[in-house]
């Protein structure tokens, strides 16, 4: 299977589904809505930024694109799925729901997925460069015997 696809409909499911629990809680909770969408928000990131470092570290060919493709079938996806769990877990969402859905919705959740992936693949590749150097030999890494002297 693709990568951009496993990485984007996964990313969809847990958008919809963040989505949906946060509109929920809103609306049982709603003076107490601002740390849970805190929260849920650093999920989000947490798990884009992660899995970017992941992918990075074991070296997934073309990680750069695989993201962004993805990041762009979660933003749909996400938003779709997302009208539909409102309207069957929360309230009555429909099809007029859909429309913001798809345009501004999709954008963030596009960029909520990018964005913290970029970042994980940047850091994925900071942790890869800092443990093919560690397995170098201690006088490789100070330059070792092909160092010249200083000059007087």
Do not use: C
């Amino acid at each position: 299977m693709r990568t951009w696809l496993v990485r984007g409909a996964t990313m969809a499911v847990v958008h919809a589904a963040a989505e949906t629990l946060r509109t929920d809680f809103g609306v049982g909770h709603p003076t107490s809505r601002t740390l849970f969408e805190a929260i849920t928000l650093g999920v989000l990131v947490g798990v884009a930024a992660v899995w970017g470092a992941v992918d990075r570290w074991r070296e997934v060919e073309d990680a750069g694109r695989a993201w962004l493709i993805a990041s762009l079938v979660a933003g749909w996806g996400g938003a779709v799925l997302g009208v539909i769990g409102k309207s069957v877990f929360v309230d009555q969402s429909g099809v007029a729901d859909l429309g913001s859905a798809l345009t501004g919705g999709a954008a963030f959740t596009a960029l909520l997925v990018l964005i913290p992936a970029a970042i994980g693949l940047g850091a994925g590749n900071w942790i890869r460069s800092t443990r093919v150097s560690g397995d170098e030999p201690e006088d490789a890494q100070r330059g070792g015997p092909t160092r010249s002297a200083p000059r007087a």
